[in-house]
Nanobody
Framework: VQLQASGGGLVQVGGSLRLTCAAS????????IGWYRQAPGKEREGVSC????????YYAHSVKGRFTISSDNAKNTVYLQMNSLEPEDTAVYYC?????????????????????WGKGTLVTVSS
């Protein structure tokens, strides 16, 4: 499996979840890794990314201060800690990897042409 995402679920408003993206070593070493999400009826949007080359991280404005991306380089794994969850965070979250992923997230691009996608994991925030 090249990218495997897990950790979604149902949580109440204000709650927390942690998503996990396990990558192959090749993908982890050669790409930035991060998360996109797609809510029903909405376009896919970049959420956050981590660049293993320099440890830099980026966040969409809508999640800044609430979500934290981190990595365990020994496990080729990236985590997304999501706190203070809001109903607007309800979406299918996709782990993604691409050399230019962080640029896509910063530019607000939809992720078309992404090199690697993992299966989505559903996050539902109930009010």
């Amino acid at each position: 499996v090249q990218l495997q995402a897990s950790g979604g679920g149902l949580v109440q408003v204000g709650g927390s979840l942690r998503l996990t993206c396990a990558a192959s070593k090749f993908i982890f070493d050669k790409n930035a890794i991060g998360w996109y999400r797609q809510a029903p009826g909405k376009e896919r949007e970049g959420v956050s990314c981590y660049s293993s080359s320099d440890g830099s991280t980026y966040y969409a404005h809508s999640v800044k201060g609430r979500f934290t991306i981190s990595s365990d380089n020994a496990k080729n794994t990236v985590y997304l800690q999501m706190n203070s969850l809001e109903p607007e965070d309800t979406a299918v979250y996709y782990c993604a990897a691409d050399p230019f992923l962080c640029g896509m997230v910063v530019a607000g691009l939809s992720g078309n042409g992404m090199a690697y996608w993992g299966k989505g994991t559903l996050v539902t925030v109930s009010s």
